[in-house]
DNA sequence: AACACCCGCAACCGCACTATA
DNA sequence: GTATAGTGCGGTTGCGGGTGT
């Protein structure tokens, strides 16, 4: 059948947001609501698609959103429902208040994939991998190391497809046995293996956060907003925020005096 | 200092689903 | 029952910053 784009895509803007779009989309929100994604930019004096100003709006300009990295708890509670789930980012963002199927869906294929085939567990089964892949990926991980290592002693290595590492044994986890695909033993299982490959010494790779890159949006940020709001700061936004706050000098809402935005938003549909 | 490569994240795209005429 | 509009969701892409050489 094939369905209509949601609104003519002639001279309208893509790309990154601006300070001043930003601050147009939530002025308009905050004073009209959402009832109709597809007029928001039209009212709003924006040159967006609809669809475009509503994932800015749920991904970036949502007030009672959570900014900030992902904690080592969230992670497994993620690990956990996804196993349950599969991924219905959607499904699982909602067991995070505050947190957006987006963000949790890069963090998934960012992070925790990696961190899940490394400790030998296939990220959409949360299966341990069969044993060949597992040895294959294995021999990648310690092709990687070593030819890291090798490069700089400018050595030649031997290959790493050898018999020997295929007849190695797996990592046996207490109660492996019995493990089910999709049950909360998953999660048993990523610390058994973490702890088997720290004593491996590979904890840096299991945990490329040990040694965590801050990274911040150059985008209109409301963790800033709150800090400057409410004089509150973080080592992060000591670098980032200070420096946004330097450049940039305009009004925005002070967001700590929306305590419950739903009922506000509720409100303005109701009516 | 310059370049190349890697990584994380914001944003886009296209399909699916639901509501409605 | 069918077509269309609106919205939601998941996959993918591309940019910008960080890191290594």
Redesign the pocket.
């Known amino acids: 059948?094939g369905?209509?784009p949601?609104c003519e895509k002639i001279g309208l803007k893509?790309?990154?947001?601006t300070i001043e779009e930003d601050h147009k989309l939530m002025n308009f929100i905050l004073n009209n609501g959402i009832q109709?994604?597809?007029l928001v930019p039209k009212l709003a004096g924006l040159m967006r698609c609809?669809?475009?100003c509503?994932?800015?709006w749920i991904?970036?300009l949502r007030p009672d959103l959570k900014r900030g990295?992902l904690s080592e708890v969230e992670e497994d509670q993620i690990i956990q429902l996804h196993s349950r789930l599969g991924?219905?980012?959607?499904?699982i963002a909602a067991h995070f208040p505050g947190r957006t199927?987006?963000?949790i869906?890069?963090?998934w294929?960012?992070?925790i994939k990696k961190r899940l085939k490394i400790m030998g567990l296939d990220p959409v089964t949360h299966k341990p991998i069969e044993q060949r892949e597992k040895c294959n990926s294995e021999a990648e991980q310690l092709s990687r190391f070593h030819s890291?290592r090798e490069q700089q002693k400018d050595l030649k290595i031997e290959p790493l497809d050898t018999p020997g590492l295929e007849d190695a044994p797996l990592p046996q986890m207490e109660g492996e046995d019995s493990f089910q695909p999709g049950s909360d033993e998953t999660i048993n299982v990523l610390h058994g293996y973490e702890m088997l490959w720290e004593d491996l010494d590979m904890g840096m790779m299991i945990n490329?956060e040990n040694n965590p890159?801050n990274?911040y949006?150059?985008?209109f940020s409301l963790e800033d907003s709150f800090s400057r709001s409410t004089g509150e700061s973080s080592s992060l936004q000591e670098d980032s925020g200070q420096c946004w706050i330097n450049n940039v000098n305009y009004s925005i809402p002070q967001w700590d005096l929306f305590h419950n935005v739903d009922d506000i938003f509720l409100l303005k549909n109701n009516q």
Do not use: V
């Open positions: 059948m369905r209509k949601c893509r790309g990154p947001w109709c994604w597809r609809g669809k475009s509503r994932l800015r991904n970036y990295a991924n219905r980012w959607s499904k199927d987006n963000e869906k890069n963090h294929n960012t992070r890291q490329p890159t990274s949006s150059s985008s």
